[in-house]
């Protein structure tokens, strides 16, 4: 077990080769409310307890998302505010913002699109399988089916879609050699989401599907935020959040998913056994516990505070760390066990609940589902090929590539 003087989460080389399991169950059993140094910062809280994560978040007031944003950097007020989506505001700016497309994402709303996934889905994998018995899963299906459900829900024409993928990775992946070639070694760009020059990429996407609604109104999304008045800095961090947020945590959940099932076959062969809607339901949710594909989101104390008996200044960043919260023996029977069925499953990877919990929770689980709904009947056999590739991050908990080996049915 590694020591509490040896943890350091600021470090995105300690979540390369996995995540540091070890080291979160350290922190919940030695020191929840844990004060972590940064060589190039402040230094931050990292709260690591279910129930201590659950608090944070349910006092907005308390912890601000407003007054630093959600990311760990520590920035100018300028560029919070440059920087500044929904996720960065606390009520009521961030109702308000919420409330313009909160409408389409309500269960009933999200239902609608079921038979449309399943479409998509089957197409992509048949374009998967056309590539031979050897694929990359992440390439292949794990980005491609929420992308494309998330193209079809914005309206982004089929040509242009694999270029929303290239430039997520590029803004997402900042902290990783492979996408971080082209991000400046300095303050340049400090005032975009991420820090990142790929930003202005995604801004000047979602501007021309804006100029596109302009010209020819539709029931959607994009039209719904055209026609909002936001101002044009407003639209584009607004566009930046769908296009990260319903592309990127599902794919690396649905990414994770096949990995656990391929490491635990015994699962694999329950869902063959069992293939019951009710189990590809628990399954898609014991997925997003076990992958967690955002690790953390910051607070700042917007207060003096106390929380599990630990002072915290008004000023001090706390951040609150999901990917431990769960995996918390105290909320979860054998949390290290991947269990498909898992019933109760009181999972926080789409947040604990509160104002900020996920927009699309409800569209992410349907198409989780999904994807192993129709994939494993399709296939008598499939495993890894080569090695796993994980994106360096203490962000995202993401997969790059996963090449597989599959013998249709």
Known sequence: MPTLEK??????????????????????????????????????????????????????????????????EDLEPEHVESRKSMIDMDPPRHDVLRGLINRRFTPRAVQVWNEQVRRVTNEVIDAAFAQGPEFDFVREISSEVPMQVFAEILGVPQSERREIIEIGDRLLGNADPEFASGVPDDDSHRHLPFSSPAALEMFAFG?????????????????????????????????????????????????HGLDALLQHPEQLERLRREPSPELFRT????????????????????????????????????????????RDEAVFDDPETFDVGRTPNRHMAFGPGGVHHCLGSHLAKMEIGIVFEELLPRVASIEHSGPVERLRSNFFNGIKRMPVRVVPA
């Open 7 to 72: 943890i350091d989460l600021a470090d995105h080389d300690l979540f390369v080769d996995r995540v540091p399991y070890e080291a979160f169950a350290t922190l919940r059993r030695e020191d929840p409310v844990h004060w972590n140094p940064e060589a190039e910062g402040t230094g931050f809280w990292a709260v690591t307890r279910y129930e201590d994560i659950r608090e944070v978040h349910r006092q907005p007031e308390v912890f601000s998302s407003e007054i630093g944003g959600t990311s760990l």
């Open 283 to 326: 399954m898609a949710d014991e997925m997003l516990r076990w992958a967690t594909p955002v690790h953390h989101f910051r607070r700042t104390a917007a207060v003096d505070t106390e929380l599990a008996g630990t002072a915290i200044k008004a000023g001090d960043k706390v951040t609150t760390w999901f990917v431990s919260g769960n």
């Open 207 to 255: 501007r021309r599907l804006a100029d596109a609604r302009r010209a020819d109104p539709r029931d959607d999304i994009i039209t719904q935020l055209v026609e909002a008045n936001l101002t044009q800095q407003e639209f584009d961090v607004y566009f930046v959040l769908l296009a990260t947020a319903g592309n990127e945590t599902t794919r690396h959940t649905i990414s």
